[in-house]
Structure formats: structure tokens, C-alpha cells
Nanobody, 125 residues
């Protein structure tokens, strides 16, 4: 049974930082492309970041470039999202996702196979 379990969400003031983690089980983690999405109320789920398998190539949505960093630790079956300089617009439920192999547009939610339950991030202004 595949499980993706996110942790690290919470309430933070604008300008602050949070680090999300997503622990995977039931998959050969090192062979999966991993990603983060987010969804605010009334808004479609949107791509945040992804990290590849072999060379660890990363991709980000424009609005988080320079502020967020995605990384992975294959020994711990865990992917991270370091979020700095947080803004109120970053408030959302953040979801971890996994796919193997990545085919098509990583920015589309329906490209991804497995999802976590989400963790709430609230940024107060």
C-alpha cells in the first residue's frame, strides 16, 4: 500500500519560513519523480515544485522561484520543501505527489499517480 505522509505545515507570519516533509512508503522511492502541489479554497490545485530521479533536476512555479527549494533524501524515502520569505498568497493546503515515470506536463495534477493527504500552511500578513 502506497502512502505519502506530509508534515511540517502550520501558521507562520509573512516573511517567515517553514519546511515541509513527505515520507513515502510502498514505492521504490528513488525511482519516482516527486512533487509538491498546493490548493487554496476555491482555486484549482496548482503545481509548486518537482524533483527528478537521476540528476535531481528541479522545476518550480514562477511565483516561488528563489524562495522555495525542493530536495530529496533517497535513504530516508523523503522529499522536502523548504519555504522562505513566505507570503499570504502562499496560504494553501500543500500536497506531496509521486509519479513514475514522468510523462507529459508535470504542472498538471492528473499527470501524477500518488498523493498525500495534505498539510495546511497559513501565512498571516
Amino acid at each position: 500500500q502506497v502512502q505519502l505522509v506530509e508534515r511540517g505545515g502550520g501558521l507562520v507570519q509573512a516573511g517567515g519560513s517553514l519546511r515541509l516533509s513527505c515520507a513515502a512508503s510502498g514505492i521504490a522511492f528513488s525511482t519516482y519523480t516527486m512533487g509538491w502541489f498546493r490548493q487554496a479554497p476555491g482555486v484549482e490545485r496548482e503545481f509548486v515544485a518537482a524533483i527528478g530521479v537521476s540528476d535531481g533536476a528541479t522545476d518550480y512555479r514562477d511565483s516561488v522561484k528563489g524562495r522555495f527549494t525542493i530536495s530529496r533524501d533517497n535513504a530516508k524515502n523523503t522529499v522536502y520543501l523548504q519555504m522562505n520569505s513566505l507570503k499570504s498568497d502562499d496560504t494553501a493546503v500543500y500536497y506531496c505527489a509521486a509519479v513514475r515515470p514522468l510523462r507529459g506536463d508535470a504542472g498538471r495534477a492528473d499527470t501524477w499517480t500518488y498523493w498525500g493527504q495534505g498539510t495546511q500552511v497559513t501565512v498571516s500578513s
